[in-house]
């Protein structure tokens, strides 16, 4: 397995402004991924955080809504960008290692006001 | 029809019981399948993946896969209290990278 942490662990935030969110890991990893968990509701995949190149998106999330760097491979982040409430949620990383197994970090509980 | 399928629950077991838990796919190419449990207010954390018909044990878990059935279940004997958690089952399809996706999860409570 991995130890992952992200930064923050949570936030307040005003609508129409933006967060950045940090995802660290302890080991070079090759598969990194974001997820959104809304109340209630099961993982969603945002994009794959691919390293050196553009992240790859799912259908209804835009780059420009959630744009994402990956410099290396051991860290990550994820913007939420002109922030509604709907975005209230909470942001998981995920890194793949061996036998395609994905592990979370904690998790960044956001809520837009 | 969505493509991971759980029971939402809440799934009430006493304590000591066997816990069933279980999961339906929509995509025969589905190779690859994982159990998550998530406590109230944290992350998933892996518990189990299986990828061949059958059995696979550890512990007190038990994952069974059918995939002429589509299915796949997790078993946890002489449940605990502290085994009160949301379970999210995982499907991973076939041939290169796929992505994984998650079923909304079982909340299973063990009542002492």
């Known amino acids: 397995s991995a130890v992952i942490s992200q930064k923050p662990s949570r936030d307040i935030c005003q609508r129409g402004t933006s967060l950045t969110i940090q995802c660290q890991v302890d080991s070079q990893v090759t598969m990194m991924f974001w997820y959104r968990q809304q109340p209630g509701q099961s993982l969603t995949l945002i994009a794959t955080?691919?390293?050196?190149?553009?992240?790859?998106?799912e259908s209804g999330f835009v780059i420009d809504k959630f744009p994402i760097s990956r410099p290396n491979l051991t860290f990550s982040t994820l913007t939420v960008s002109n922030m509604s409430p709907e975005d209230s949620s909470i942001y998981l990383c995920?890194?793949?290692?061996?036998?395609?197994?994905?592990?979370f970090g904690p998790g960044t509980r956001l809520l837009v006001l | 029809q969505k493509e991971v399928e759980q029971n939402s629950g809440p799934l009430s077991v006493p304590e000591g019981a066997i816990a069933s838990l279980n999961c339906t796919y929509s995509d025969r190419g589905s190779q690859s399948f994982f159990w998550y449990r998530q406590y109230s207010g944290k992350s998933p954390e892996l518990i189990m993946f299986i990828y061949s018909n059958g059995d696979k044990e550890d512990g007190r878990f038990t994952a069974q896969l059918n995939k002429a059935s589509q299915y796949v279940s997790l078993l946890i004997r002489d449940s605990q209290p502290s085994d009160s958690a949301t379970y999210l089952c995982a499907v991973r399809n076939f041939g290169g990278y796929q992505k994984v996706t998650f079923g909304i999860g079982t909340k299973l409570q063990v009542i002492p």
């Open positions: 955080a691919n390293q050196g190149s553009e992240a790859t998106y």
């Open positions: 995920s890194v793949e290692t061996g036998q395609e197994t994905q592990y």
